[in-house]
């Protein structure tokens, strides 16, 4: 089990209303899309039961959320995800809760999730990182064509 970080107490509830949870959720419903999620398009048969049909055409991820304490919190967004691109909305602003939900299940649960939640801190971290680069850039392109205003005056 990991520690409890020792400056949030531990009844805390963080906020997503920041850009950076709101960028961290966007990065968890685009890490994962239902073609990956679901393989098969196979009916069910009557002779089955739903849960085995299920589990035989799964991703490994999805059998790796499924087994964990956030089975619930997933199968929620994945249905979500699912209705959603069938209407072809924006997955980030209407399965926002369930995004959310899933999350703090899954840092409830961090020792089964953790990789899961490395990989995705990693991924944001870049995401960061290239948004700098690209201000920078920015930044750097608009000095250099106000000197050359400058120059042309």
Not at 35 to 47: A, H, I, L, V
Not at 74 to 96: M, N, P, Y
């Amino acid at each position: 089990m990991s520690s409890p970080d020792p400056k949030t107490p531990e009844d805390a509830k963080p906020s997503f209303d920041d850009s950076s949870s709101k960028e961290a959720i966007e990065s968890l419903t685009s890490t994962i899309t239902l073609e990956e999620t679901d393989q098969t398009n196979t009916p069910m048969t009557g002779n089955q039961e739903e849960e085995e049909e299920e589990e035989e055409g799964e991703c490994g991820f999805c059998l790796f959320m499924k087994g964990g304490g956030c089975k619930d919190a997933f199968v929620a967004w994945e249905d979500c995800i699912k209705q959603v691109e069938e209407k072809k909305g924006d997955i980030v602003e209407k399965c926002f809760e369930v995004t959310s939900a899933l999350k703090l299940c899954m840092e409830a649960h961090a020792d089964y999730y953790e990789p899961i939640l490395r990989a995705e801190k990693a991924a944001e971290q870049e995401a960061v990182k290239q948004l700098k680069k690209e201000k920078e850039e920015e930044a750097a392109a608009a000095a250099q064509k106000s000197e050359s205003n400058e120059k042309e005056k």
